[in-house]
T-cell receptor, first 112, second 114 residues
Framework: GENVEQHPSTLSVQEGDSAVIKCTYSDSASNYFPWYKQELGKRPQLIID?????GEKKDQRIAVTLNKTAKHFSLHITETQPEDSAVYFC???????????FGSGTRLSIRP | DAGITQSPRHKVTETGTPVTLRCHQT?????MYWYRQDPGHGLRLIHY???????DKGEVSDGYSVSRSKTEDFLLTLESATSSQTSVYFC?????????????FGDGTRLSIL
């Protein structure tokens, strides 16, 4: 079945350094890739998304890259800050239905 | 923030009892989704709706049913609750087809089955 793999499951970086989270997907027809941030006890919130007609998208300190040939996409956070500590989820659209499949999440911790 | 209200926010109940969770939206969005979130599994789709009275199964639909009698409300029912259904349940909405548009989440319902 359709699947989204996300790595790493946990990530700890020094404040000010960069963080990278990687995801791979199995459905070659997937064309929409959102990223969500979830703080402890809160709801997932969309932070950035990308569609298959572009290879990269940036929003301030956050960027997402997409490689359709290899079927993987990545989230890059630069100049990390304490408020970036959260669980991050990638997702990919599922071509045969009106839904998306989520990765299992990455717990990002920012060390002061 | 998207106008999504989930109720109740917390519930504790016993094995074998029926449970209904409600998702109410004020955005007039066509698509609504129910997910469960468990450690190590991310968000898994239970059921979704693409219009009034139009629903379909997700990847973990066994033991759950849904109903959507009007645009703003999407109900999730656990027909006979089991301990394996202890989880956090999130509702989400999207304006158009969810495979190409952002989904926005409610605040979740924490359900414990004893």
């Amino acid at each position: 079945g359709e699947n989204v793999e996300q790595h790493p499951s946990t990530l700890s970086v020094q404040e000010g350094d960069s963080a990278v989270i990687k995801c791979t997907y199995s459905d070659s027809a997937s064309n929409y890739f959102p990223w969500y941030k979830q703080e402890l006890g809160k709801r997932p919130q969309l932070i950035i998304d990308i569609r298959s007609n572009v290879g990269e998208k940036k929003d301030q300190r956050i960027a997402v890259t997409l490689n359709k040939t290899a079927k993987h996409f990545s989230l890059h956070i630069t100049e990390t800050q304490p408020e970036d500590s959260a669980v991050y989820f990638c997702a990919a659209s599922y071509s045969s239905a009106s839904k998306i499949i989520f990765g299992s999440g990455t717990r990002l911790s920012i060390r002061p | 923030d998207a106008g999504i209200t989930q109720s109740p926010r917390h519930k504790v109940t016993e094995t074998g009892t029926p449970v209904t969770l409600r998702c109410h939206q004020t955005e007039n969005h066509r698509y609504m989704y129910w997910y469960r979130q468990d450690p190590g599994h991310g968000l898994r789709l239970i059921h979704y709706s693409y219009g009034v009275k139009d629903t379909d199964k997700g990847e973990v639909s066994d033991g759950y049913s849904v109903s959507r009698s009007k645009t703003e409300d999407f109900l999730l029912t656990l027909e006979s609750a089991t301990s394996s259904q202890t989880s956090v349940y999130f509702c989400a909405i999207s304006e158009s087809q969810g495979s190409n548009q952002p989904q926005h989440f409610g605040d979740g319902t924490r359900l414990s089955i004893l």
